[in-house]
């Protein structure tokens, strides 16, 4: 785990794996060898003020990662604009692993892991130790009615 700056209170960094989720699915029909599945990873900054995962764009190009569309963004700020965004990649983190679409910035650096992440693994922020806890250490739990 990497600590922010202290004027980032309630932001901070983990390691994340992220793969093309195609190539696996590729990968395990036998169409592709195992090792050319292309992953790697990437610092995420924790950020349970944002929704959704964000990406670099140069990360997804890496990736091979397709694109899916458009949609608007919203900054801190209050700036808007719109962003690319690209499909079934695969976030692995704590041996937990999801399939989610992410937003492509072409000037970060870093991943955002947003509440729509957080929620899908079942993880609960611990800012006082800046950490991601699972809420259930055995097993992913999903609230349904």
């Keep these: ?3 922010m700056k202290d004027d980032e ?3 901070f960094s983990v390691h994340v794996e992220l793969a093309n989720y195609d190539d696996i699915v590729q ?3 036998g169409h592709i ?3 050319k599945v292309r992953r790697l990873t990437l610092q995420g900054v924790v950020d349970t003020g ?3 995962l964000v990406l670099p764009e140069n990360v997804a190009n890496r990736l091979g990662l397709r694109r899916t569309g458009d949609v608007e963004v919203r900054y801190a700020n209050g700036l808007k604009d719109r ?3 690209a499909g079934d990649v695969q976030l692995t983190y704590q041996d937990r692993t999801g ?3 992410a937003v492509l910035e072409p000037n970060r650096e870093s991943a955002l892991i947003g509440a729509i992440v957080l929620e899908d693994l079942d993880f609960i922020v611990d800012c006082s130790r800046q950490a991601l806890v699972p809420r259930d250490p055995e097993r992913i739990i999903s ?3």
């Design 1 to 3: 785990m990497i600590r």
């Design 9 to 11: 209170m309630g932001r």
């Design 27 to 29: 990968a395990r029909n």
């Design 33 to 35: 060898p195992a090792d």
């Design 50 to 52: 944002a929704a959704r």
């Design 83 to 85: 962003r690319s965004m």
């Design 99 to 101: 399939i989610f679409n």
């Design 143 to 145: 609230e349904i009615e």
